[in-house]
């Protein structure tokens, strides 16, 4: 399978606890981008990476969040001290040409349950 | 500020024509985008609008104005398996120099009856 990967599928934590995703975008792909959706709503940006640089960091984001994307291929996306605000899908998408195309190919996502 | 305003429910039954509409109001506005999201899957793409008109890949076909501010998509011979939540994003301009992002609606609930 050559799509975008993410795991863990699902994770069920405690407030106050750390959790850590992973996301594997498509190997040519040179952006990389984290959404996050709540039920009913659409996804909302979270951050990109263009390569290894994070370009853009939503004000949706607090100091809690931190993504990183070592040596511009697999990306972490951490959060600090969970809370119950924070349950939510994560989702990560990747392209190449998404300046021209509108495109971009998302994972099945992480879903986050803080209890 | 950014918004994008989708009708929330839409019901129809198979066989019939569809049309899902967006107004958007962005700083910043480089095409519209449309996305299908099943229950529980990943949102994946159907089309893009950078210029206004009609765009029309098989079923599906979407619409622009950019004077307007407003878009649609149009689902015709709808099937069952198009029972899904449809969103439409705005691609434009991210805070990172240049380098862009998408900026999605809430959501249509596309509901096909039999």
């Known amino acids: 399978d050559t799509g975008v990967s993410q795991n863990p599928r699902h994770k069920i934590t405690k407030r106050g606890q750390n959790v850590t995703f992973r996301c594997d975008p498509i190997s040519e792909h040179n952006r990389l981008y984290w959404y996050r959706q709540t039920l009913g709503q659409g996804p909302e940006f979270l951050t990109y990476f263009q390569n290894e640089a994070q370009l853009e960091k939503s004000r949706l984001l607090s100091d809690r969040f931190s993504a990183e994307r070592p040596k511009g291929s697999f990306s972490t996306l951490e959060i600090q001290r969970t809370e119950q605000g924070d349950s939510a899908m994560y989702l990560c998408?990747?392209?190449?040409?998404?300046?021209?195309?509108?495109?971009?190919?998302f994972g099945e996502g992480s879903r986050l349950t803080v209890l | 500020g950014q918004s994008l305003e989708q009708p929330s429910e839409v019901t129809a039954v198979e066989g019939a024509i569809v049309q899902i509409n967006c107004t958007y109001q962005t700083s910043g506005f480089y095409g519209l985008s449309w996305y299908q999201q099943h229950d529980g899957g990943a949102p994946t793409f159907l089309s893009y609008?950078?210029?206004?008109g009609l765009e029309e890949t098989g079923r599906f076909s979407s619409f622009l104005s950019r004077s307007d501010s407003y878009g649609y998509l149009l689902l015709q011979e709808l099937q069952m398996k198009d029972s899904a939540s449809y969103f439409c994003?705005?691609?434009?301009?991210?805070?990172?120099?240049?380098?862009?992002?998408?900026?999605f609606g809430t959501g249509t609930l596309l509901a096909v009856q039999p």
């Open positions: 994003a705005v691609l434009g301009p991210g805070g990172g120099g240049a380098t862009n992002k998408l900026i």
């Open positions: 998408a990747s392209s190449l040409h998404f300046a021209n195309t509108g495109e971009l190919f």
């Open positions: 609008n950078a210029l206004d």
